[in-house]
């Protein structure tokens, strides 16, 4: 596509339910990246993949987090047993190569944990 | 672990004027690079400038400029003649140049207002 599309845009979860947020980025790009923004913050740093390699999760807050990119392309996080701490816009970002490159982000999912 | 704080919250400027958002970071590395992102609501991260930290050279772009005081470790944005749509939030960024160290750490974000 001609840019990074994330799916759905909104998502209201009740505590304790499994969420799952999708991204597709640039079609070709190598590296995906998800970012956590708070309200009101700046985004911060989740996981990073290099096609379907995780090469850093060092972001992940909890084991209740997980993300995956099986074929190179498309990536899902998964949230697991969500609390109201979650409540944040999720962003996908994806560059063409693994190195220093442009990064083009997505609109965001914005959760809501009640 | 570096750093990036963004002193002011908000700032507003008169459509046409010029303003300077500030940011200072903090690290032990000598090559890195520093970004500046608007975020309008629409949520999507735009990148503004980039600037390599081993350039002595100011980046510009259109009517945005930094000013890069590496010594200092200050990194201010400049818009020049405001317009309407500058409005939004803005975020400074680092990333290290490292290869694999892929990530940005972002600042807190400044929102600019422009008044017609």
């Known amino acids: 596509g001609a840019g990074v599309s994330q799916s759905p845009r909104y998502k209201v979860a009740k505590r304790g339910q499994d969420v799952a947020l999708r991204c597709d980025p640039i079609s070709g790009h190598v590296s995906l990246f998800w970012y956590q923004q708070a309200l009101g913050q700046g985004p911060e740093f989740l996981t990073y993949f290099q096609n379907e390699a995780q090469l850093d999760k060092s972001g992940l807050p909890s084991d209740r987090f997980f993300a995956e990119r099986p074929e190179g392309s498309v990536s899902t996080l998964k949230i697991q047993r969500t609390q109201q701490e979650d409540s944040a816009v999720y962003l996908c970002a994806s560059s063409a190569g693994p190195t220093n490159e442009k990064l083009f982000f997505g609109s965001g999912t914005q959760l809501s944990v009640l | 672990a570096q750093t990036v704080t963004q002193s002011q919250p908000e700032m507003s400027v008169q459509e046409a004027e010029t303003v300077t958002l500030s940011c200072t970071y903090d690290t032990s590395e000598s090559d890195y690079y520093l970004f500046w992102y608007k975020q309008p609501p629409s949520r999507q991260m735009i990148l503004v400038i980039r600037?390599?930290?081993?350039?002595?050279q100011n980046a510009t772009e259109n009517r945005f400029s930094v000013n890069f005081q590496k010594a200092a470790k200050s990194f201010s944005l400049k818009i020049s003649d405001s317009q309407l749509g500058d409005a939004a939030m803005y975020f400074c960024?680092?990333?290290?140049?490292?290869?694999?160290?892929?990530?940005?750490?972002f600042g807190q974000g400044t929102r600019l207002t422009i008044n017609p």
């Open positions: 960024a680092y990333r290290s140049a490292f290869w694999g160290a892929q990530k940005l750490v």
């Open positions: 600037q390599e930290a081993y350039k002595q």
